[in-house]
């Protein structure tokens, strides 16, 4: 009963993530997670073997420590695009108020400003 | 008679309030006084441009870093010589600028910094006193500039200074950063002594002790992305 609700659960999430458009690594990566998820919920005591094989007590606790680490990979991933993504906000407010301007000209709007080191 | 090539860069974020009788004491300067308005939801843009300054609008709220760059941006493409930074809220002394100015010429300074440690805090909490100092002494141990104010919002630089300088943390840890620019770049800086003057309209707008945390996690981001 819970192995197929996690199957299904896999697979939803599977065409979730093919109905947007990623990029060819991502997709791999995607694929992967899916294969070794349906693997280890398809054979339970696969985990517990690999887990064993690493020198990690339970298969449970060999999925806990994958998932923190590519929950904390996610997270610093999201926070750095996130940061970028607010620079380019800085660059976008910052010339269409230049452009906007009283002495403003449409030709500046889209040119980098000032110098750079 | 003031100095023709100067311009007033002021951000400014809520300060519909108080920005008129800011300028107006700026009269003098008028209309090379541009107000970056930081995406304000109250009339801070109308009041500013009524009360005569040039006003430009972020459409979203960036921050103080972010709206300070913008107004110096401007000021560079009209042609300033001089660009003084000033705070909305009317804690400075208008009067100081003068000083600035000479001291730039006086000295050969890229970089004047008004100071109110060395200078006056009237009615300023204790709290963001003792937050403030021990913002100085981290900024002197990474910077080794010997200052004694490393959070006031009243500059000037000169054309050439502004030119090199880009301020790139939007928020509040510009302050720091643009002091490791100043350094980085081997600029001539030198300190006025200022009156700062702390009004309930100021500690209200003004800057919470928590945001310290944030700046200095802006600025350990910066550390690990440089």
């Known amino acids: 009963m819970i192995a197929s609700l996690l199957l299904l659960a896999l697979v939803m999430l599977c065409v979730y993530v093919g109905s947007h458009r990623i990029s060819g690594s991502q997709m791999s990566l995607v694929v992967c997670g899916a294969v070794v998820g349906l693997a280890f919920v398809i054979f339970p005591q696969l985990a517990s073997y690999t887990a064993h094989v690493l020198g990690v007590g339970r298969g449970t606790d060999l999925l806990v420590y994958v998932s923190i680490i590519a929950g904390l990979f996610v997270s610093a991933h999201l926070y750095f695009r996130s940061k970028h993504q607010e620079w380019q906000i800085i660059e976008l407010t910052r010339a269409l108020a230049l452009q906007t301007s009283p002495g403003g000209r449409q030709g500046d709007a889209l040119r980098p400003t000032g110098t750079d080191e | ?226």
């Not at chain 2, 002197?140 to 502004?162: I, S």
């Not at chain 2, 030119?163 to 939007?170: A, F, G, N, V």
């Open chain 2, 1 to 226: 008679m003031a100095h023709r090539g100067l311009w007033i860069v002021i951000p400014a974020y809520q300060e519909a309030a108080q920005i008129e009788a800011t300028l107006s004491d700026l009269g003098a300067y008028l209309p090379r006084v541009v107000v970056v308005d930081d995406g304000s939801t109250d009339a801070t843009a109308e009041a500013a441009r009524r009360a005569g300054a040039e006003v430009l609008r972020h459409g979203v709220n960036l921050g103080q870093g972010a709206a300070l760059q913008t107004g110096i941006d401007y000021a560079l493409r009209s042609g300033a010589t001089h660009i003084c930074t000033f705070d909305a809220d009317g804690q400075h002394d208008t009067h100081t600028i003068e000083r600035l100015l000479d001291t730039a010429a006086r000295m050969g300074a890229d970089v004047v910094l008004g100071s109110r440690f060395s200078g006056a805090a009237v009615d300023m909490p204790p709290l963001r006193r003792l937050a403030l100092r021990c913002a100085v002494l981290v900024t002197r141990m990474q910077t080794r500039l010997p200052l004694t104010d490393t959070h006031n919002g009243l500059r000037l630089f000169t054309r050439e200074a502004a030119l090199r300088i880009r301020i790139r943390q939007p928020g509040m840890a510009h302050a720091s950063e643009l002091l490791s620019t100043v350094a980085r770049l081997g600029l001539h800086v030198v300190e006025v002594p200022t009156t700062v003057r702390y009004t309930a309209y100021s500690r209200a707008k003004g800057q919470r002790l928590s945001n310290s945390v944030k700046i200095a996690l802006d600025l350990a981001y910066a550390a690990l992305s440089s």
